[in-house]
């Protein structure tokens, strides 16, 4: 399959947020987007996914040479899209084990039905593999979850869904090293000819344990230069300032959001 | 009398309509007032029940009860309920009015305890009707305490009006409300609940929270909660949080593929399940929770 966002410009508010974002993902590859705090990258994440608060102003998202841009959240993704998201929602009352179980009946055909204890295999397995402890299934959704915690649950919910294209949002934000070692491989484990990956962060650390394909550096919403596992090495030494200076790009919106909440070496 | 599957097999039933009385359990039943003995859990089932005189309920010094009363009716009916705590009597009550058709219920409720004694209402209202529910509970014995935890779902184009009123008639008494409201469809839940605490009633707390979703555009929610407190040293408080269902909870629903409706459900059912863990029969349980559920999702 393949993702493709052409030209998109996209708005939250009145503010333009994307600016003809151009990026084209096909199955079996892994693309590393790595940018400034405030430059768009989760905003990017969340309108693949149809969030309803970001408004496309012109440009296209494509599945499969298909404009998804009309379909509706939920089924953008039984259309095999995923948003590991960078802060995910906590849902009281509602167990890890009823929601995992509706995602899956949900796409499922009208005359399948689930094979529960396969189901409850499946689940113990990769609630095993993420370390995410016993009881999982009967704990509120991300209810009380340590930051960890609540990652590991994204890519244990990742791994029950199998999807097309993936997004992980800052997935190796509050994780510590071994944490980000286990979720590395837990993603690597899931990587096939089936698989887009789209990996968002601003440490090379998380590129250690998943190899991307592509680096691609975002600037004040659109990607602004595309390379390999070189790139990232330079972006951890000497931050963007080099990749604005080369492109010539002003920093005319020192926006307070951007100050110090990112320790990524600048 | 056709009582409800979920209660053809609890002992200690005590059921009534308006030619019959069966009584299954250890209570003497005179001019409909009842009186308890032996025993600690009674199921109390109304079939179009619609006596002129009230039902009244008598507890007796150091009773520990509780009571599961389920009102069933398919034409309209008006009744008043009383319940009379000696002291330390620790008693919990459960309601719940089902009907199958359209139908309209006043119900007056009033509670009177002694001292030390505790009263825990669990109101589980999911009614097919309109509802007009006065619930009083007079606080009429030193150090005696009341709880008050009510669900209500409403659907259709019911209306549901509900008073609560506590009165705080003695020192170093304590109320406890918490509502959980859910309109759905065209509904209107409108509440009033209040307390008193009337002067020289020191050392009483008075606490109450109200909490509701609207599910559709055309559903409505109304709390005027109130306090009147004629004394100084006392603590009280209330809290509301009445809105919309969690936009981010539902799209993080939706951005696992759950259809808006399966979402909805699900939210509204977890929002549900601090109230429904309370109801310690598990056939009580599962009645309420199908109910709701069937509400829920036909309109979620
Ligand atoms: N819900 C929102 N409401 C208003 N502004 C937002 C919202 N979400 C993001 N923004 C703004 O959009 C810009 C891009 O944010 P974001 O996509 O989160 O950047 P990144 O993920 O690259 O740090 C920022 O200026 C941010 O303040
Ligand atoms: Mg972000």
Redesign the interface.
């Known amino acids: 399959m393949t993702l493709e966002i052409k030209d998109l410009f996209v708005s939250i508010e009145n503010n333009l947020i994307l600016n003809g974002l151009n990026l084209k993902v096909n199955g079996g590859e892994t693309h590393a987007i790595m940018g400034p705090n405030g430059t768009g990258k989760s905003t990017l994440a969340q309108v693949c996914?149809?969030?309803?608060s970001y408004k496309v102003e012109s440009g296209d998202i494509l599945l499969d040479g298909e404009s998804i841009l009309d379909k509706?959240?939920?089924e953008r993704?039984?259309l095999g899209i995923?948003?590991a998201?960078q802060n995910?929602?906590?849902?009281?009352?509602?167990t890890n084990f009823?929601?995992?179980k509706?995602?899956i009946q949900?796409?499922m055909k009208k005359d399948e039905h689930l094979r529960i204890g396969r189901f409850i295999l499946k689940f113990e397995k990769a609630s095993q593999d993420l370390k995410m402890g016993q009881g999982l299934a009967h704990r509120?959704l991300n209810q009380g979850f340590s930051g960890g915690e609540k990652k590991r649950n994204e890519i244990l919910?990742m791994k029950m869904?199998n999807p097309a294209f993936a997004f992980l949002d800052e997935i190796d934000s509050g994780l510590d090293v071994d944490a980000l070692k286990l979720v590395g491989q837990n993603v690597t484990e899931l990587k096939s000819q089936d698989l887009g990956l789209i990996l968002i962060t601003h440490y090379q650390r998380l590129l250690d344990y998943i190899t991307p394909d592509y680096v691609h550096i975002m600037i004040n919403g659109k990607i602004v230069k595309t390379g390999n596992l070189e790139l990232i090495k330079r972006i951890d030494q000497e931050g963007y300032d080099w990749v604005k200076k080369e492109l010539g790009i002003e920093d005319e919106d020192k926006k307070p959001y951007s100050l110090g909440t990112c320790p990524s070496k600048h | 009398m056709k009582i409800l599957e979920f209660l053809k097999d609890k002992e200690n039933l005590i059921a009534f309509d308006n030619s019959t009385t069966i009584n299954r359990a250890d209570v003497s039943i005179k001019n409909n007032s009842l009186t308890f003995k032996k025993g600690n859990e009674f199921f109390v089932f109304l079939d179009n029940y619609d006596a002129y005189n009230e039902l009244e309920f008598n507890f007796h010094s150091q009773q520990k009860i509780k009571l599961f009363i389920i009102v069933y009716q398919n034409k309209s009916i008006k009744m008043d309920y009383s319940f009379n705590l000696d002291d330390s009597v620790e008693l919990e009550v459960f309601t719940n009015f089902v009907s199958r058709r359209k139908t309209n219920n006043i119900s007056n409720f009033i509670y009177n305890l002694k001292e030390n004694s505790s009263l825990k209402l669990l109101n589980a209202i999911t009614f097919n009707g309109n509802l007009d529910l006065n619930c009083t509970v007079n606080l009429d014995g030193e150090k005696s305490e009341a709880t008050i935890d009510l669900l209500n779902i409403g659907g259709f184009s019911n209306k549901h009006k509900v008073r609560q009123d506590v009165n705080h008639q003695s020192k170093y008494t304590e109320s406890y409300i918490n509502n959980w409201l859910i309109s759905l469809d065209n509904s209107v839940l409108d509440y009033s609940v209040s307390g008193f605490i009337e002067k020289g009633k020191e050392f009483s707390k008075c606490f109450q929270s109200n909490k509701g979703i609207m599910l559709s555009d055309s559903s409505q929610i109304a709390v005027e909660p109130k306090l009147y407190i004629d004394e100084y040293n006392v603590e009280a408080g209330h809290g509301a949080a009445i809105g919309q269902i969690d936009e981010l909870q539902l799209y993080y629903l939706l951005s696992r593929g759950l259809s808006e409706t399966e979402a909805k459900s699900l939210i509204i059912s977890g929002y549900t399940l601090p109230f429904i863990d309370k109801i310690s029969d598990e056939d009580i349980r599962r009645h309420v929770t199908s109910q709701s559920s069937r509400l829920i999702r036909r309109k979620a």
């Open positions: 996914m149809g969030h309803p509706s959240v939920d993704s039984r995923f948003l998201m995910p929602i906590e849902v009281p009352g509602v009823d929601f995992i509706a995602a949900t796409r509120f919910q869904l």
